[in-house]
């Protein structure tokens, strides 16, 4: 499975948008760029991915390096309901493999 | 509606117990998932069904036995419970076999095995 690397954690203001880097150096060109984030004492919930073009959503948008080595999950207007562990995963094969994710905090 | 809802929530248990957690979705997902959580919050793949059929069985001891009587039903039967087996417990689902498509999780059901 290949690897991703997120900082441990990151901090936000709220109503500032916030940049949430991911590093995938080893990416096949198969493989699909996924952003899931956990609240606390909920099940992860699907954020967003993509494979080779930038993506958008009600969420938030995917920013994809154009050697795909690298994506950013972009939240345009962040709020404190966006406190939660983000992770991102590449998907090659028929499951999600979760790393340790980036822990999320925005100050009031 | 829950798209992916798990019972029980919570289940506390003796060791040597067994125990069944049951998940059901109505997204008309092919492919259906059981992850399972650690006190130190790593998310770990267990098993994938797809259609019924078993896709993934990640090296689970073989005390864990899946059962999907039909796509939308996907059940975790644990045997002789022990202390490790204390953990959150995901089930998922996606569309298709699962590649390039986002999985909906449940909420969750916290085993405890005292």
């Known amino acids: 499975d290949a690897k991703t690397t997120q900082p441990n954690s990151m901090e936000s203001n709220e109503e500032e948008p916030v940049h949430l880097p991911c590093n995938h150096s080893?990416?096949?060109?198969?493989?699909?760029i996924h952003w899931y984030r956990q609240l606390p004492s909920q099940g992860p919930e699907y954020v967003i991915h993509?494979?080779?073009s930038n993506v958008n959503n009600r969420m938030a948008s995917l920013a994809i390096a154009e050697d795909r080595k690298s994506s950013t999950l972009i939240l345009h207007r962040a709020t404190l309901r966006d406190a939660a562990v983000y992770y991102c995963?590449?998907?090659?094969?028929?499951?999600?493999?979760f790393g340790q994710g980036t822990r999320l905090t925005i100050n009031p | 509606d829950t798209a992916v809802s798990q019972t029980p929530k919570y289940l506390v248990t003796q060791m040597g117990n067994d125990k069944s957690i049951k998940c059901e979705q109505n997204?008309?997902?092919?492919?259906m998932y059981w992850y399972k959580q650690d006190s130190k919050k790593f998310l770990k793949i267990m098993f994938s069904?797809?259609?019924?059929?078993?896709?993934i069985n990640e090296t689970v001891p073989n005390r864990f036995s899946p059962k999907s009587p039909d796509k939308a039903h996907l059940n975790l039967h644990i045997n002789s419970l022990e202390l490790g087996d204390s953990a959150v417990y995901f089930c998922?689902?996606?569309?298709?076999?699962?590649?390039?498509?986002?999985?909906?999780f449940g909420s969750g059901t916290r085993l405890t095995v005292v």
């Open positions: 998922a689902s996606s569309q298709g076999q699962g590649i390039g498509y986002g999985y909906t």
């Open positions: 080893t990416i096949s060109g198969t493989d699909y």
């Open positions: 993509g494979l080779t």
């Open positions: 995963i590449l998907q090659g094969a028929q499951k999600l493999v």
């Open positions: 997204l008309g997902h092919d492919t």
């Open positions: 069904y797809n259609n019924k059929e078993l896709i």
